[in-house]
């Protein structure tokens, strides 16, 4: 077992024991800024539980700090985007929606706010779903037209349909889908696949069919070219 993870099975022992204080402390020696920063997460994760938010959304914003300071970009964007919907959890919607604002990767930006949504949606908050999703598509025809593109678009038609809103999530889809006909073969094939299983679950049998197809001329192509 590395040293990282001993002292995560540590503090996670600490934590179940209901010592957050000993645990902070312990986490707070942490040398990595990842392992740091998500330790931070599941200490706080578990403060919510057990009734002390406002303690967990402290110790929230120091763990986005820390991630802040991580060189790794990628690294750096899933980390604030899992911190941002602890944030949500906590209670704190109006940090946790700017902390998944300042995600420098726009697929993971539109990712956070997404799942923030589904969070909402569940206690029925409408309207404030709606807004951020609204935010999130402005994000998505503002990128680069790639497979970082298709992502978003994915995870934000997942979220829609399971809101009722299959018409927008539909009309994105669309949009992917044009989007990965102007792709090398490689990359639409790739497309073509992130996007045929949302549509066979909205019950869009046919297109989804019809992706299928696309999926293996694209594939076939792209050997081709090799």
């Keep these: 077992m590395g040293e990282s993870m001993r002292e995560y099975v540590a503090i996670r022992k600490l934590v179940n024991e209901g010592k957050f204080e000993k645990a902070i402390r312990k986490a707070k020696e942490i040398k990595g800024e990842n392992e740091k920063s998500?330790?931070?997460?599941?200490?706080?994760?578990?403060?919510?539980?057990?009734?002390?938010?406002?303690?967990?959304?402290?110790?929230?914003?120091?763990?986005?700090?820390v991630a802040g300071k991580m060189d790794d970009e990628l690294a750096k964007s899933l980390t604030m985007s899992k911190i941002s919907f602890i944030m949500a959890i906590a209670g704190n919607l109006e940090d946790a929606v700017k902390m998944a604002c300042n995600i420098e990767n726009d697929t993971e930006k539109v990712y956070a706010l997404a799942k923030i949504s589904h969070f909402l949606a569940s206690r029925g908050e409408v309207e404030k779903v709606e807004h951020l999703l609204s935010e999130a598509e402005k994000i998505i025809y503002e990128m680069d037209e790639g497979i970082g593109k298709i992502l978003a678009i994915k995870t934000v038609a997942y979220t829609l349909a399971d809101m009722g809103g299959e018409d927008k999530a539909l009309a994105l889809l669309k949009h992917a889908e044009s989007i990965a006909g102007e792709l090398n073969e490689e990359n639409a094939s790739a497309a073509f696949t992130l996007i045929a299983p949302v549509m066979m679950e909205m019950g869009k049998i046919d297109d989804a069919l019809k992706l299928s197809m696309k999926i293996k001329e694209r594939y076939d192509l792209s050997l081709i070219h090799i």
Aim: hydrophobic share 55%.
């Design 38 to 65: 998500m330790t931070f997460c599941m200490v706080a994760e578990a403060m919510i539980y057990e009734n002390r938010a406002e303690d967990a959304i402290s110790l929230l914003n120091n763990a986005f700090e």
